[in-house]
């Protein structure tokens, strides 16, 4: 089984500034991660994801993940947020079948001017 | 990117009653959907496993005579909530598998519906 931590429940952030969202993850078998945003009310929007390859990952809306293997993270960052990025962002981990996912419990980023 | 539709968005019943929720993926088939559950400020729990065809794969814990699934074609899952009650009251948000294999490249992703916002009163 696989299971997906996120340290920061809630992260403040002033506009421009860059930001960073934790994930940790763990699992006895090679997964697959992804990241995840949700607007209030509406469902999830795939931002990127990590299959294979280069562990840099480049999303939409100019975020970009790192999968670490080693520290079995997979942590998101943005060089310079915008107001609109406010929403809350989960990560989350699949076994490569893609039979299931598993969340982690959400970091909600809160963009102030 | 694939686009998944729910209806209906948001919902309102009585205790006692039955609420069909349905999951369309509209530009793709998709063998295989899921039904996840989110309450307030809590993150998404699998319910199960809907595949075209057979039987759903319910999560543990999750009760199957209380949360009918139905997936009777590639583009269309149902999740019909029997006999409702106030903490039934939840998200409800359905994702479908978006597999397309070519000349040995695939891709395989899941594309999550907008969800359906239940209330029980």
């Known amino acids: 089984a696989q299971s997906v931590t996120q340290l920061d429940s809630q992260v403040p952030v002033f506009e421009e500034a860059p930001v960073e969202l934790r994930c940790n993850y763990s699992?006895?078998?090679?997964?697959?991660l992804f990241w995840y945003v949700q607007y209030p009310n509406q469902g999830l929007q795939l931002l990127l994801k990590y299959l294979s390859g280069s562990t840099l990952v480049k999303g939409i809306n100019g975020f970009e993940a790192e999968f670490n293997k080693s520290q079995t993270s997979f942590h998101l960052r943005k060089p310079s947020v915008h107001i609109s990025d406010t929403a809350e962002y989960f990560c989350?981990?699949?076994?490569?079948?893609?039979?299931?996912?598993?969340f982690g419990s959400g970091t909600k980023l809160n963009v102030k001017p | 990117g694939a686009v998944v539709s729910q209806h209906p968005s948001r919902v309102i019943c009585k205790s006692g009653t039955s609420v069909k929720i349905e999951c369309r993926s509209l530009?793709?088939?998709?063998?295989?959907m899921f039904w996840y559950r989110q309450f307030p400020k809590q993150s998404l729990m699998l319910m199960a496993t809907?595949?075209?065809?057979?039987?759903?794969?319910?999560e543990q814990g999750v009760e199957k005579d209380k949360f009918l699934i139905n997936h009777a074609s590639l583009t269309l899952s149902t999740l019909t909530v029997t006999s409702a009650h106030p903490e039934d009251s939840s998200f409800y948000i359905c994702?479908?598998?978006?597999?397309?294999?070519?000349?040995?490249?695939?891709?395989?992703?899941?594309?999550f519906g907008p969800g359906t916002r239940l209330t029980v009163l």
């Open positions: 699992s006895s078998v090679s997964v697959y």
């Open positions: 530009d793709f088939q998709a063998t295989t």
């Open positions: 809907s595949n075209e065809g057979s039987k759903a794969t319910y």
């Open positions: 989350a981990v699949s076994d490569r079948n893609f039979n299931k996912f598993y």
């Open positions: 994702s479908a598998r978006d597999f397309s294999g070519s000349g040995g490249l695939s891709t395989d992703t899941q594309y």
